[in-house]
């Protein structure tokens, strides 16, 4: 099994610019969630998706769009990104509800100029 | 959002000496306590988490304790190897189905 894996692994954007970064898991999780890790900030939830079909906003949801058309993928949209998002974002996805035990992707350096 | 405050943000330690991180939360209704660690570049892992029934628990050189009542958790890592060396994140549950995290500690191992 792959676990969980992200695309792309690095990008770079221009301020306006828009962009879509890809998560997908091959353990038949319900849950799943986006995470922006920021220097001293530790890990932020943007967004979460509780099954196919279904997103929730977390605690910095401002400037990011989610979908979840296909219960294995999660994707993350950027409409018009700004320096702001720089970032690395970790994409999660778990099984269990009670207890939340948390699969992470190898991550997504952002940078936007 | 609930907050979840971890403390120190730095740690250094010699080689086979304990390490001691500290969290606080502040949901009551959190019943579910994990620590992660990150490594330079790496993805966060989880290394030892604990469940709202249970007050401490072990695995090798790592414990984790929890006191509800006061609403702090913390991490115990006993004859630190240099390998232990990475950022350490504590982690309270929220709403059944998502975990708010701390700030992160870095822990440095010195040989």
């Known amino acids: 099994n792959a676990g969980v894996t992200q695309t792309p692994k690095f990008r770079v954007l221009k301020t306006g610019q828009s962009m879509t970064l890809l998560c997908a898991q091959d353990?038949?999780?319900?849950?799943m969630y986006w995470y922006r890790q920021d220097p001293g900030m530790g890990l932020r939830l943007i967004h979460y998706s509780v099954g196919e079909g279904t997103t929730a906003k977390g605690e910095v949801p401002d400037g990011y769009n989610v979908s979840r058309l296909k219960k294995q993928n999660f994707l993350l949209g950027l409409e018009s990104a700004a320096p702001s998002q720089t970032s690395v974002y970790f994409c999660?996805?778990?099984?269990?509800?009670?207890?939340?035990?948390?699969?992470f992707g190898p991550g997504t350096r952002l940078t936007v100029l | 959002g609930e907050n979840v405050e971890q403390h120190p943000s730095t740690l250094s330690v010699q080689e086979g000496d304990s390490a001691v991180i500290k969290c606080t939360y502040s949901d009551s209704a959190s019943n579910y306590f994990p620590w992660y660690k990150q490594e330079l570049g790496k993805r966060p892992q989880l290394i030892i988490d604990?469940?709202?029934?249970?007050g401490e628990k072990k695995d090798q050189r790592i414990a984790v304790t929890l006191n509800k009542t006061a609403k702090h958790f913390s991490l115990h890592i006993t004859e630190t190897q240099p390998e232990d060396s990475a950022v350490y994140f504590c982690a309270a549950s929220i709403g059944g189905y998502a975990l708010n995290f701390g700030k992160g500690t870095s822990l440095l191992v010195t040989p």
């Open positions: 604990i469940r709202s029934n249970v």
């Open positions: 999660a996805s778990s099984g269990d509800r009670l207890y939340n035990e948390q699969f």
């Open positions: 353990m038949n999780h319900e849950y």
